[in-house]
């Protein structure tokens, strides 16, 4: 079913999280508590921000690598431009 060989499935299994993984679930609570303080508006720019102020440094792109992981979008403004009738 997954195209691997038993002893590849419980080697990977053994092995510890990495680096970027164990980041990212200290990352992934604090997201979520900044996107829910701001009621649900904040997209990865301002999230990026706020986490900054709060001494938390974190790129863009990782923010919204994890926004996109949690099911997590800002808020659209604006009418969408028209560029057919």
């Known amino acids: 079913m997954l195209d691997l ?5 419980f ?5 510890p999280k990495s680096a970027r993984r164990l ?8 997201i979520e508590q900044v996107h ?9 720019r301002r999230i990026t921000r706020a986490l900054r102020r709060k001494g938390h440094e974190v ?3 990782t923010v919204e690598r994890l926004m996109a ?3 997590i979008e800002g808020v659209i403004r604006g009418r969408r431009r028209r560029t057919t009738i």
């Open 5 to 9: 060989s038993p002893s590849t499935y």
């Open 69 to 71: 992981e949690l099911g």
């Open 36 to 44: 829910a303080e701001s009621g649900g508006t904040y997209g990865a």
């Open 59 to 61: 790129a863009r792109c």
């Open 11 to 15: 080697a990977r299994k053994k092995r």
């Open 23 to 30: 980041r990212d679930e200290q990352l992934m609570p604090l």
